[in-house]
């Protein structure tokens, strides 16, 4: 039997509907088999939980038109310590936001860039309200990131 595949997806939720995002992606990602996942609030993930994974998911609600300051302090502990060790790392995104979200993304992606990961699917930004649709989004985004892992297509 094959070794386990590691999918971790780190969050920050204040209002509830990004951990409603997480929780959703987190369930079609544990529909695969053969795939571990690892679900932490980005203020408790850190360069041990990165270096574990084999693709990562980040969720953040919009913040004056930013990422949550969680997840930035994520990318603060983890960016240089990662340097060199995480080359490529599969990621995707979603994002609750109360705008637009795309200075939230742009911002994310940037640093991704850095590290440097290697985006693998579109966002989901949920614009208001997070929907029975968005929620199904980030279920498949989730299942598709984990059966991306299985099949070894990254």
């Known amino acids: 039997m094959s070794e386990a595949k590691h999918l971790l997806i780190v969050f920050h939720s204040q209002g509830g509907g990004t951990e409603t995002m997480a929780e959703a992606a987190r369930r079609g990602a544990s529909q695969e088999e053969g795939v571990e996942v690892r679900m932490l609030r980005a203020l408790e993930a850190g360069l041990d939980d990165l270096l574990w994974a084999g ?46 979200g795309g200075g939230a993304l742009m911002n994310i992606e940037r640093i991704a860039k850095g590290y440097p990961l290697r985006k693998v699917a579109e966002p989901i930004v949920a614009k208001g309200a997070v929907t029975d649709e968005v929620l199904a989004q980030c279920e498949e985004l989730g299942q598709t990131l984990a059966a991306g892992l299985a099949l070894g297509i990254f």
């Open 55 to 100: 693709a990562v998911i980040f969720g953040t609600p919009e913040n004056f038109g930013y990422m949550s300051g969680a997840l930035k302090d994520f990318f603060d502990r983890t960016f240089y310590p990662a340097q060199g060790k995480v080359n490529q790392l599969p990621y995707a995104v979603f994002i609750k936001a109360g705008n637009d």
